[in-house]
């Protein structure tokens, strides 16, 4: 059952329930056009990550600023989008159930769909998909390129996985999928371009040598919201494939230096016990913003800090001389972690300056499968 | 949205869609049966919390073996049970917003409904929404009984809280809420015995002075999954508002003796990736399993654990000599934490043996205002 939304267009900012997802629409859209600029000047293209926003509506405003289409991680995202009206979507990730491949293959009809593998076993996975479908399915070979988590590791599995597919009159091979997740968080550049550095060397080489076997890469996709700059100048990287730029959070915000994009993603949340001097407790814990990467941080209310989330509470300690808490005093947070922040929510409140202006649903919210 | 089951009922457990939220029906009914068992030796009501299940299904289970009622923390929970027949219903927490307590006194029509107070200011609000309902509000008084969250902190607050309430005519004095969240997970029985021993001393002193001004205390409420045996054997709480006990859980189960509850709740997950010898990922990250208390541990396969949870992967290691990891493995997690870990599912799939028995919605997933 979806949950009724927290406010009505035109209300107050006031008289949003809490707790509410809200959106800053004016730093959101900063941030859209930020990343849009930074692809037309370097010509690299742009497929945001859909796992972020989860989202149709907010897809269909990067692809109005020239992304070519949307990354997602999962079969149920897809669906989401194309069902939307997203018409070219790369799931960035293994998928290996039958059940799932043929969700996947059944959303050709309405949209370009490619999807990675990093195994043999999946390679044939997608092929008997494709066949039971009387389809094509296109594929990426996805290599790690250093978060040691899915993708081949060597250059010679990566060669015959993409001679596989090419061979296959069922699927079709896109290129090479290669992001740096433990890359994004480093928090000093020397160390982010260091390993950036390594990963597109890697895919270069791997591109050259494909190349030389006769097989181009259509797609080569990677980045993050840490690291962009540095896929985006490789030359080997043709798609960035960034999500949280559009929200940041706090995680992001500890890199050095800060993503240069603004704080559009909030958890708005109230004042439900305040009986301690120095102290406050509100009504989002982490069932309504996540704490994996770190606790949420106050926002515009100096003194206050987030120190500890139960399930359905948050615990403030206030500074000595700052604002002392009242019961209902509205209080901002910006999440650790924006994505799966985003994944706890139903609906979006778009808000400008102190009115509401837009309500969007979380359509791919709990799309795990 | 909701999500599409990841199941059918009758199909076999080999084939349920992965990640999926999975209850062993077997070793559910056994905890809701010795629970229930245990309040009716010691005479104690039961009135179960609904924060862990989000259910009205399971609330009806729970009464059918003798609750008296349902325990939630948000109106948004209380919502889903009593528009599902669930007749008596605590908010065992502060509701604060005139929305939601306008929300909250709607539901007076089909169910006894009382709530929480710890504040002069809240007592106030409650009356004002009862008064605009033309009805009459049950109020509890939270006392912080040592988990420093919400709740009183003194005797006399409550008694004066209390005498408030009794005055009022728009409202109903309902007794006390006193909950040690911070005892349930001390791991030492020494701990958790001190602990409860000193809420019980500060709550039994209340309830003397309560009664000996005229008030008496219809219900007398508190304890969890780790220390219930001591509130019941306390003689001064009336009610016990458990949750965790009918799932379970990795948190739960380092408790010293861990509670006598069988683990009943899991995230079946598959292998998407496995080409690492000695490790294997998972589709299920902590987007399908929360990680807050704890990483999930990995069910009936022996040397496989665990180690990191992104969004959407778990990243397992397997000892040398265990079992290899093969693409599309079924892998089966006890979540570390089980009430959020619900609260990210649409869907509950009851297994029963190598059968998918029943599907019932998380109903009140998401309902966190």
Not at 281 to 289: F, L, P, Y
């Amino acid at each position: 059952m979806l949950q009724p939304p927290p406010a009505d267009p035109g209300m107050s900012v006031d008289d949003i329930d809490t707790p509410a997802l809200v959106l800053d629409l004016d730093a959101f859209h900063a941030n859209l056009d930020l990343m849009a600029n930074f692809a037309a000047r370097t010509g690299v293209k742009l497929r945001p990550h859909a796992k972020t926003h989860k989202s149709p509506v907010i897809a269909k405003m990067q692809m109005a600023r020239g992304a070519v289409g949307q990354c997602v991680q999962k079969v149920g995202e897809a669906e989401i989008l194309a069902w939307g009206g997203v018409a070219d979507i790369l799931v960035s990730n293994e998928v290996v159930s039958p059940r799932k491949l043929a969700r996947l293959s059944a959303l050709s009809g309405i949209a370009e769909v490619a999807v990675c593998v990093d195994a043999a076993e999946g390679v044939r996975r997608l092929e008997a998909a494709a066949e039971s479908a009387a389809n094509r399915l296109t594929a990426l070979v996805e290599v790690d390129v250093g978060s040691g988590r899915c993708g081949v590791a060597t250059k010679s599995e990566a060669l015959a996985l993409a001679q596989m597919i090419a061979a296959s009159p069922r699927l079709r091979f896109g290129g090479l999928q290669g992001y740096h997740g433990a890359a994004q968080h480093q928090r000093s550049p020397e160390d982010r371009r260091k390993s950036i550095a390594d990963a597109t060397g890697a895919v270069a080489a791997l591109v050259e040598e494909l190349r030389g076997i006769g097989l181009d890469c259509g797609i080569v996709s990677g980045a993050g919201t840490g690291t962009f700059e540095l896929e985006a100048s490789s030359g080997v990287y043709s798609e960035l494939q960034v999500g949280s730029y559009i929200f940041m959070d706090a995680d992001y915000g500890r890199n050095r230096p800060a993503p240069p994009f603004r704080q559009a993603l909030f958890v708005l949340s109230s004042v439900m016990s305040a009986g301690r001097s120095g102290a406050a407790v509100i009504d989002a814990g982490h069932k309504a913003v996540a704490v994996n990467s770190g606790l949420p941080l106050v926002w515009n209310r100096p003194g206050a800090t987030y120190v500890g989330a139960s399930d359905e509470h948050g615990k403030l300690v206030l500074e000595p001389g700052s604002e002392p808490a009242r019961l209902g005093d509205r209080v901002w947070l910006a999440p650790g972690h924006c994505d799966p922040t985003v994944d706890r929510h139903d609906w979006y409140v778009g808000v400008r300056g102190t009115r509401v202006e837009c309500l969007w649903p979380v359509a791919a919210r709990g799309a795990m499968a």
